[in-house]
């Protein structure tokens, strides 16, 4: 092997450990006692093997932890405001792409530029809308502040404007009108990045906890990062090993949606379209 090819694997080998051992450290400590945590010694597999946190987190206890309810209003909202991204993005990045509209470059500009915006500054004013409409505590504000992204736009415009446009006329000539051409011919041809675009979306809103944190306050409609971070600062302050069993738990979903749809992932990243 090359003296390159051995640098090259031994620095993808150490990036890979710093990246798992935390998670390993989350998943070990979350079989661990209290008392064990937070021992001086470390040891990265329990001494003393448990299930009383996982046992804490869904049977009860003296902590209320509605942990199915959270767990359904992370996968809801999740897959929700996916199909939302999923709908809105395709077909604007098809309008900036294939159709003729009016003030198409502008509109692309003003796309690309919103993503030089931190969104953190918007947060503020998208709450004090929200709360306008009373839609604080609702599916709603946990929802729809995710479908107006502009990267998967952007993303998008990248892959169809590689789309043969002859493709699209020959459809045209067959009799297919605007609204078949984006269903039937472009779309099935973008499977690999509309795939992408949706793991990123889902786990991009799965792993949100500010947003949801802020705009909910009521303990039943919390998603399960927010409720990790209510319970960090609250009831589970003092017991790390029930706080590392909610956040694995929090981890476990995201992790298995990635690994099922890598494969989409990493052909999306090495094609570039429909080539002429």
Known sequence: MKPSKIFYVLLASLLGIIFILPMLWMF?????TDAEVMA????????EFTW??????FVGGDVEVPIFRWIFNSFFVGFAAT????????MAAYALTKLDIPFKKTLFALFISSLMVPGIISFLPQYLSFSNLNLINTYYVLILPYSGGALGVFLLIQFFQSFPHEIIEAARIDGANKWH????????SSVSIVTTLAIFTFMNVFNDYVWPFFTVTDL??????????????????????????L?????????????IGQKQFIQSITATGVKQ
Request: net charge neutral.
């Open 28 to 32: 070990s400590n979350s079989f661990k």
């Open 40 to 47: 001086p010694v470390f040891h990265l597999l329990p001494q």
């Open 52 to 57: 009383d946190n996982f046992h804490t987190i």
């Open 83 to 90: 199909v939302l991204v999923l709908l809105l993005d395709t």
């Open 181 to 188: 051409v984006f269903t039937s011919v472009l779309l099935p």
């Open 220 to 245: 039943e409609m919390r998603t399960l990062t927010a409720g990790v971070a209510v319970m960090a600062t609250g009831s589970f302050t003092a017991s790390y090993g029930k706080l590392m069993a």
């Open 247 to 259: 956040a694995t738990l929090s981890t476990i979903p995201t992790l298995i949606i990635f690994l």
